[in-house]
């Protein structure tokens, strides 16, 4: 076997993890899975696209005599990270099986409608028109499956996904995204998580249209997978775990409970604040040093922030009004 191309993380079924790099902040890598039982193979994730990724894919599935145009694809959410190469990897044909709302969000016209709203939305929260359109840019990393070329099947929660022997159920799980699902096991504990929880870093959340509260659901979601009796936890990136998810989802809790309270401390101490000055300061950051984070670390930034914010919202513990254009925010007396 060339050395390096996959790891086997699990026996029965046989599951192997691929990790395929990408860049985009910085330097990483995303874990595809390989689950192999009897003559059947599921591949979960399939990482962003890159030459090198590819080869790496491909080598991957040659050593492991899997043949990809008969293997189900599952698809844990569309981030670039792992979605994107699935289009450059698939044959025409090939049975994806994947959320309806991350499908159906990312066609080109929708992508269109979504980036214009998302363009105005940085606009009225203070962002300057060149900042909006770098924005904008960062806020479409994600991926594209086209139903007239791939089998498309849509999952959610409760659906069943069998290769061999083994039997994964669908679990909805929004909160890093609206289309977030993972695939659990229940006999054997087994799931892939996707981003819904992670180890190597805290998943971040993207926010939702209007007055729906992602921090909520986020949250809710890490509780419900805290519940589950888990022997195998594979996630979108990192090792494999073999332990259930509780120490790790307190952490993930008490670094966003954090973060919300520097949030509403930074809208406390600057009221009639907008989305971006209270990103900014809850990062206790000058305008000066604000401006030195490249747009894509701002946006990232800001994105926790309106997530923050919604959220507090929600509580009623901050309110929104307009300063002419500009949506502001401020404290709210208790
Ligand atoms: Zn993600």
Known sequence: MAKGLYKRVWDVPEIYRVRLPFSNLKK??????????????????????????????????????????????????????????????????????????????????????????????????????????????????????????????????????????????????????????????????????????LYTTTPSIDPLPGKLDAYAMFIETLERLRSLPLRCVLLGHGGASYHPLGERVDQI?????????????AVRGVPYCTGETAARLSLHRTMEAWRAFSPMQRYYAMLECFVSIQHLMAQGRIERTFDDNTKVYRHRAL
């Open 28 to 197: 990483g890598s995303s874990n595809c899975y390989i689950v192999k039982s009897g003559s059947e193979s599921l591949i979960v994730d399939t990482g962003a696209y890159s030459p090198e990724a590819r080869d790496l894919f491909v080598g991957a599935t040659d050593e492991l005599g899997v043949d990809v145009k008969a293997s189900k694809v599952f698809l844990t959410h569309m981030h670039f990270d792992h979605a994107e190469m699935a289009p450059h990897l698939l044959p025409a044909g090939a049975r994806v099986y994947a959320s309806a709302i991350g499908v159906k969000a990312r066609t080109p016209e929708e992508t269109e409608r979504s980036q214009e709203l998302f363009f105005r939305r940085m606009l009225a929260n203070g962002a300057t028109e060149d900042d909006a359109r770098a924005y904008r840019a960062c806020n479409a990393e994600t991926a594209f499956i086209d139903q007239s070329l791939f089998d498309v099947r849509y999952v959610k929660e409760g659906d069943a996904l069998s290769v061999g022997d083994a039997s994964f159920r669908v679990i909805a799980t929004p909160g890093h995204t609206a289309d977030h699902l993972c695939l659990y096991e229940p006999n054997r504990g087994i799931l892939f998580g996707g981003d819904a929880v």
């Open 253 to 265: 809790i008490e670094k966003k409970e954090h973060k919300l309270e520097r949030v509403l401390e």
